[in-house]
């Protein structure tokens, strides 16, 4: 993907990603059956083949799946499907290691093949095109940057230290790091956008907003939760704050999506001050970001800023207690790796923030995702 592509991207991913959701129930029992069919195949296989498989899996195909992004594989198959050579052509690839890239993705199910070997497009490749609503493309070009490979490149230094690789790599976290290269910033929040779809979709089926009249996004990113909740919600009005460098497209993006009249932009830093006046104050995937002393200081300036009577949500993952499967606690490495002491938490842990910072947490509600809407009150 381009620099150029971008602004494409962005609208793509919000454009309000409609997905229609199945309740709660249905995806827990789904993935509940899915959890106990995976522990049956591990019975079934042998142990040294089951390690392989899992790196396998969870590197090569990665791999595979980040050049097919960049290389706008889908995009291509858009109107059809297309032979290996005809694909390696128009992105100039090199025609028996694309064929040997798509047979691999083909395997897994991201891509299918015709009859004639053509292949074409799946329910889960048609999330790598630019223009689908809720499209996964920029965030899996995000995880090809130099920056990402190299913090993954330095786990070990982070399991042995609890540092996260960018201090030891660039002296910095990494949201400094993106505030010093436009670029890498500019992939990370398009990356965000992407990322956050489903659990901003999540939320706004989740929770019922329909007595708030001004919300508070904290860390808001370029706006995709708040451009939906405003799309939703007409009684509702807005503010978002985030970094300077942010806030720039931000403007863009909630003007492409109608709602710019309606939410006031703030230049800030959550650690100190958030705007006040909000009847709730929202914070999508930024706790897990920091360690608990950080975490605290963000929610005390939310704390310093909410009415009596406000609402504090948080649209975060929730750690089982028990370690059942949960794709939040593999996700948690990723936060380890890019926060070093960020973190996915359990709902105890959420309840000890709350309390260090003068909120009480009221309720955890599943969200028909990974992640949960935690509720509290300033107390
Ligand atoms: C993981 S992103 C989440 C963005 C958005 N809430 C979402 O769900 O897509 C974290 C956000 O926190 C913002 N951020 C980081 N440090 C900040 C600070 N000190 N003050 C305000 N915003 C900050 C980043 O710029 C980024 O937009």
Request: glycine residues 6%.
């Amino acid at each position: 993907m381009t620099l150029q592509d971008r602004p494409r991207a962005l609208q793509s991913q919000s454009k309000t990603f409609n997905q229609k959701l199945p309740p709660v129930l249905v995806v827990k029992l789904v993935l509940s059956l899915i959890n106990l069919l995976a522990k049956v195949r591990q019975k079934v296989t042998p142990p040294p083949l089951t390690l392989l498989e899992m790196v396998g899996t969870y590197t090569f195909i990665s791999h595979a799946i980040m050049v097919a992004a960049r290389l706008g594989i889908a995009d291509l198959l858009k109107d059809g499907p297309k032979s290996s050579e005809e694909l390696a052509q128009a992105v100039e690839a090199y025609p028996e290691s694309l064929y040997r890239l798509l047979r691999a993705l083909t395997n897994v199910g991201v891509f299918a093949q015709e009859k004639d070997g053509r292949f074409k497009l799946t329910s889960i490749s048609k999330y790598l095109q630019i223009d689908t609503p809720g499209s996964m493309r920029s965030l899996m070009v995000m995880c090809s940057q130099e920056w990402h490979h190299e913090s993954w490149g330095h786990f070990l230094t982070s399991v042995k230290t609890g540092k996260a690789p960018s201090e030891v790599l660039y002296g910095m976290n990494l949201f400094q790091y993106f505030e010093q290269n436009p670029e890498a910033g500019e992939i990370f929040n398009s990356a965000m956008t992407g990322f956050s779809a489903q659990s901003t979709a999540a939320v706004a089926a989740t929770y019922d907003f329909s007595r708030v009249t001004a919300i508070v996004d904290v860390g808001g990113g370029l706006g995709t939760l708040m451009a939906t909740l405003l799309k939703k919600y007409p009684q509702m009005n807005g503010v978002l704050v985030d970094r300077p460098h942010v806030i720039a497209d931000a403007r863009s993006f909630l003007e492409a999506e109608g709602v710019a009249q309606r939410c006031e932009l703030v230049s800030g830093n959550f650690f100190e001050v958030v705007p006040s006046g909000g009847d709730a104050y929202i914070l999508q995937n930024i706790i897990h970001d920091w360690d608990d002393e950080r975490a605290t200081a963000i929610l005390k300036s939310c704390r310093r800023a909410i009415a009596a009577n406000g609402k504090l949500l948080l649209s975060e993952m929730v750690i089982p207690p028990d370690n059942r499967p949960y794709f939040g606690t593999v996700f948690d490495l990723e936060m380890q790796v890019l926060c070093g002491s960020g973190r996915e938490r359990t709902e105890s842990e959420f309840r000890a923030l709350f309390e260090a910072a003068g909120f009480k947490l009221t309720r955890v509600i599943p969200a028909p995702s990974y992640s949960y809407v935690i509720e509290g009150v300033p107390v």
